[in-house]
């Protein structure tokens, strides 16, 4: 199995969890490539010392987590030309001992699925609230699905095929990926398999807003790129965003300064709270608290989707949008 799978680590000043990472991965693959994005800490030294083949990009070139997969990918491909599979994961990120061994063995056995991925746990769930919330969001549907994440095992022909990434996407890269691979007749898998370990290291609510605001620029990116398309790709995420983040706040606010009495629209707001805690009582422990920070999450969302429409409107080109 080692000669056909190839790892690509991305990360900047991951530290420790880069060492975990690293080492989950370095003996159950051919070869293990780390791409880091201007790392001020020991990250490029602690991958050398593990066995990791390190790649640090040109910051010349703004960077994009796209940009750097990719490149991770070329750099397999010229060490290891037979290469098969590529198992990509973030540098915050252990991969499961068993995992690759079974995602190996279930694209093997099906020749139509392009990318198969599992279970993304939150290491550290209780930590925080924030913590918690990325741990609930982890915990997708199995089956055929529409999009992985930033940790899944992909067919490099299938990758190669759809030109892999798109480098200029600074959020969302992952589905705009699988939307074009199922565009070409590929399957998009998720596993019930443990397959990593996530430490999101979420301590301040500003990191989750940031985090919210990448989402909501994903969300207007991916809408404007293929939502006109029969898919329809994030065009209910980005109305959504606008209609909770920016409409109905925007309405309630000019109301209340023609009618203070208006203020009582608010409530609006508590209304969704509730029916989206019914809704996911049966399926999440603290439904209360995931729907609070769902229905707040908008406003960030909004924030994102509007400064995506700034750089488009003025041509102008968005850095990457970090929280940690």
């Known amino acids: 199995m080692k000669r056909f799978i190839g790892v690509v680590v991305i990360g900047r000043n991951e ?13 159950s693959s051919d ?14 030294a602690i991958s050398r010392q593990i066995g990791a083949h390190v790649i640090k990009l040109d ?4 960077f994009t ?11 397999l491909q010229n060490l290891n030309p037979d290469l098969v599979y590529v198992q990509f994961v973030d540098g915050d990120c252990e991969v499961v001992g068993s995992w690759l061994r079974t995602a190996y063995a279930y694209l093997c056995e099906n020749s139509d ?22 741990d609930i969001e982890w915990n997708t549907a199995i089956g055929d699905t529409k999009a992985c994440g930033g940790d899944a095992l992909i067919r490099a022909a299938a990758f190669k095929q759809v030109t892999g990434f798109n480098p200029g996407l600074i ?9 074009r691979l199922r565009q070409e007749g590929w399957r998009i898998k998720r596993m019930d398999e443990e397959m990593t370990l996530h430490d999101a290291n979420m301590t301040r609510f500003s990191q989750w807003w940031q985090r919210n605001v990448r989402s909501g620029y994903a969300f207007a990116l991916g809408e404007y790129l293929h939502g006109k398309k029969a898919e329809q790709h994030w065009v209910n995420e980005a109305r959504r965003g606008r209609l ?4 109905i706040p925007l309405t309630i606010l000019i109301s209340t ?20 805690a019914i809704k996911s009582r049966h399926r999440i422990n603290n439904n209360w608290k995931y729907s609070f920070f769902v229905t707040l999450g908008k406003f960030p969302e909004a924030q994102g989707q509007l400064r995506f429409y700034f750089d488009r409107l003025f041509g102008l080109r968005s850095n990457i949008i970090e929280y940690k």
């Open 59 to 62: 910051l010349a070139t703004p």
């Open 257 to 276: 300064i023609i009618n203070p009495l208006c203020f009582v629209f608010i409530s609006i707001y508590l209304f969704q709270v509730f029916r989206i």
């Open 65 to 75: 987590a796209a940009r750097a997969r990719n490149e991770g990918f070329q750099k």
């Open 15 to 27: 530290g420790e969890r880069l060492r975990k990472c690293l080492e989950s991965v370095v003996g």
């Open 244 to 247: 909770w983040g920016g409409y």
């Open 171 to 179: 959020a969302g890269e992952e589905p705009e990926l699988c939307l």
């Open 31 to 44: 070869s293990v490539v780390y791409v880091d994005s201007g790392s001020t800490d020991d990250s490029i």
């Open 113 to 134: 699925v392009a990318v198969v991925c599992g279970r993304r746990r939150e290491r550290y769930p209780n930590a925080s609230v924030y913590n918690m919330l990325c």
